[in-house]
């Protein structure tokens, strides 16, 4: 049974950081890339950020480009998203997610997600 089960939500003011991690249980090999996608109330889940398997390719949207870091752990299963310089827009659910390929989890065409994580920016 896949499990993503992310942490590290919560509020900050704008120009701040926040670290989000996905611990990752039972996938298989069909997955290849795992990611991050948001969600703000109204409209659709939007791409952030996805890393290959062996973490040497990383993809992110242009709108978190050069803000945010993805990067993985795979002695712990685990995924992490490194927020700075936060806004009010990145406001939303943040999810992680599972996919076969970067290019599948671009458009959000994913296997798998975890249960999301609030992160509240301030103005």
């Known amino acids: 049974q896949v499990q993503l089960v992310e942490s590290g939500g919560g509020l900050v003011q704008a120009g701040g950081s926040l670290r989000l991690s996905c611990a990752a249980s039972g996938l298989t090999f069909s997955i290849s890339a795992m990611g991050w996608l948001r969600q703000d109330p109204g409209k659709e889940r939007e791409f952030v950020a996805a890393i290959s398997w062996s973490g040497g390719v990383t993809r992110y949207a242009d709108s978190v480009k050069g803000r945010f870091t993805i990067s993985r752990d795979n002695a712990k299963n685990t995924v992490y998203l490194q927020m700075n310089s936060l806004k009010p827009e990145d406001t939303a659910v943040y999810y992680c997610?599972?996919?076969?390929?970067?290019?599948?989890?671009?458009?959000?065409?994913?296997?798998?997600w975890g249960q999301g994580t609030q992160v509240t920016v301030s103005s």
């Open positions: 997610a599972a996919a076969r390929s970067l290019s599948a989890m671009m458009i959000t065409q994913v296997d798998y």
